[in-house]
């Protein structure tokens, strides 16, 4: 499991300051209540130096996040693009995770937020395949889980919030300590939804099927770059409700997220997925994307922010 690797500066409120002095009171309302909205984003090493990917579709998403639970973020995306690119050059990286975080501290005495204020941290550090390099070659051993994904109209899945991950650890920690390395959870109706940190792709007879945005998952940026790449190399991809079955009978299977990036599943349940190897159309999908992200292809929908262009343009 990968520990976190610490870097020189986090910004905090328009002001960098050092990775150890980002504390926050153990009564923050975040602590106690779960109120921590926050993102995933990875910045990737290109000819043209570092470059995030999606960066103002993951600040929106977490405006999003912060819009849904009332929280009023004081920043907006443009100077949260700026603060981010400063960031990474600051701290010097050419690749990393970056981890902005709007969290409710320390005020509120019971669970009301209001009298909490809205604190804005973004943190970043190097981090590595996050299913291991192994899986992202031969693929993952997944199985179902156990733990079901929130309902529709209970805590709102399209919000990006410390608390839905409690979901998420149960899963996860199910699946490792039984022996895999991801679990993929049903929704409510018993249908796929997604796994700990990831969306699922099934394909079956060269067609790619994702399950859609019922409620019970996150919609992933990862999922959306992946329909339209899927889309643009002509492949069928379809949005529905898709049967647990079809994890058994799939000729292939990945995840997406940003963490994951494109990682394909070898087998579900001890199950092989089509012939136990990755398959050809995540193959194709895993280096359309990660050719674009890396800079090695044409950025046709403007996903790469590079980061010394955006230093420039601001100075
Ligand atoms: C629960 C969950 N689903 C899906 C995803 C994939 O989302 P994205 O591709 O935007 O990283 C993530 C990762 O953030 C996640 O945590």
Redo the contacts with the bound molecule.
Sequence with gaps: MAKLNATDWIWRDGEFIAWQDANVHVLAHSMQFGSSAFE?IRCYDTPRGPAIFRLED?LQ?LLNSCKIYRMEVPYTVDELVAANCELVEKNGLNACYLRPMVIRGYGAAGMVPFDSPVEVFLPCWPWGSYLGDHAMENGADACVSTWARMAPNTTPSMA?IAG??LG?QLIKMEALANGYDEGIALGPDGLIS??????VFVVQRGVIFTSPMNGT???????DSIIMLARDAGLDVREGPLQREMLYTADEIFL????SEVTPVRSVDKIKVGIGRTGEVTKLLQRTFLDLAQGKTEDKYHWLCHVRAERASAT
Excluded: C, D, F
């Design positions: 995933g993951h998403r990006k839905n991950y998420g997604e796994g700990s940190g990831q969306n998952l996150l919609p992933g940026i990862t999922r997406t997220g940003t963490a």
